[in-house]
T-cell receptor
Framework: DAGVIQSPRHEVTEMGQEVTLRCKPISGHNSLFWYRQTMMRGLELLIYFNNNVPIDDSGMPEDRFSAKMPNASFSTLKIQPSEPRDSAVYFC???????????????FGAGSRLTVL | SQKIEQNSEALNIQEGKTATLTCNYTNYSPAYLQWYRQDPGRGPVFLLLIRENEKEKRKERLKVTFDTTLKQSLFHITASQPADSATYLCALDMDSSYKLIFGSGTRLLVRP
């Protein structure tokens, strides 16, 4: 298995532009998470999907952020319009309940480093 | 709300020694606690999980303890190697749910 695949690995854009980050979870994993990591705030959970349905988006900073999961093998995180304070590394992670019953063990992608100028 | 505290200062040790990292949390005790390793430019990688009714868990050179009275977990790497140099994150579940919250991590540097 190739693991969780994220693209792009690096994105540099100008303030006001739309940014779309993509994620392919591990086949068979039914939970998908988007996290954001910064030096100041560490890893923050943005949104959680279970069986392609958004369950909790309380971590999404504001309306400029949106996420979709149209099928079990693909998810996007979109920022429109982007701002310099959105600069961070965005991670996608997936999990399957069978990995550790009652627990949530995450497999992370390599991340997408976003820089908004 | 639940808070996790990990030593923000890097831990610098000599190869062959045992590295001990600390994770403290406030408020309620989680149902389980996890440790992840993160290398520069990569995503965190799961290492070990310990449940609230377990005192200790081992995997090769790694050992995790969980003290719900002290609200603390210790992560040990015995016979440390330069390849163990990385940032180590602890993570707790929120109310026994899917929601994992992560500590800020402790950077470990093992000198040859």
């Amino acid at each position: 298995d190739a693991g969780v695949i994220q693209s792009p690995r690096h994105e540099v854009t100008e303030m006001g532009q739309e940014v779309t980050l993509r994620c392919k979870p591990i086949s068979g994993h039914n939970s998908l998470f988007w996290y954001r990591q910064t030096m100041m705030r560490g890893l923050e959970l943005l949104i959680y999907f279970n069986n392609n349905v958004p369950i909790d988006d309380s971590g999404m900073p504001e309306d400029r952020f949106s996420a979709k999961m149209p099928n079990a093998s693909f998810s996007t995180l979109k920022i429109q319009p982007s701002e310099p304070r959105d600069s961070a590394v965005y991670f996608c992670a997936s999990s399957h309940p069978g990995l550790a019953p009652g627990a949530n063990v995450l497999t992370f992608g390599a991340g997408s480093r976003l820089t908004v100028l | 709300s639940q808070k996790i505290e990990q030593n923000s200062e890097a831990l610098n040790i000599q190869e062959g020694k045992t590295a001990t990292l600390t994770c403290n949390y406030t408020n309620y005790s989680p149902a389980y606690l996890q440790w992840y390793r993160q290398d520069p430019g990569r995503g965190p990688v799961f290492l070990l999980l310990i449940r609230e009714n377990e005192k200790e868990k081992r995997k090769e050179r790694l050992k995790v303890t969980f003290d719900t009275t002290l609200k603390q977990s210790l992560f040990h790497i015995t016979a440390s190697q330069p390849a163990d140099s990385a940032t180590y994150l602890c993570a707790l579940d929120m109310d026994s749910s899917y929601k994992l919250i992560f500590g800020s991590g402790t950077r470990l540097l093992v000198r040859p």
